[in-house]
């Protein structure tokens, strides 16, 4: 079991980069698929990314595609999200999350086994 902690999180203006980062504790984060979602206020949590457990595999939401990067380092028990080109639709409170299941690369909230509180994202125009 792994239990993760984001970071990074903040108020920039349209069009910057942010870069989120989450903390999995825990010696078997390696062998999990770590995603990364949002969630506004009154709204359901969206999918946003997630990479395998080897970081060699990644599937992004459309909304995201070319503008947001999932990365990982299993030496450190991290996982990343590098958010370029922030538009104001993108503020959220993001969470990490692990998927200690595994075999797939799950856009769908109800697969993730451990979560994180959540860091919030503010992208004023």
């Known amino acids: 079991q792994v239990q993760p902690v984001e970071s990074g999180g903040g108020l920039v203006q349209a069009g910057a980069s942010l870069r989120l980062a989450c903390v999995a504790s825990g010696s078997t984060f390696s062998r999990y698929n770590m995603g990364w979602f949002r969630q506004v206020s009154g709204k359901e949590r969206e999918f946003v990314a997630v990479?395998?457990?080897?970081?060699?595999?990644?599937r992004y939401a459309d909304s995201v595609k070319g503008r947001f990067t999932i990365s990982r380092d299993n030496a450190k028990n991290m996982v990343y999200l590098q958010m370029n080109s922030l538009k104001p639709e993108d503020t959220a409170v993001y969470y990490c999350a692990a998927d200690e299941t595994g075999g797939r690369l799950a856009v769908v909230a109800g697969y993730y086994d451990r979560w994180g509180q959540g860091t919030q994202v503010t992208v004023s125009s």
């Open positions: 990479s395998n457990w080897s970081g060699g595999n990644t």
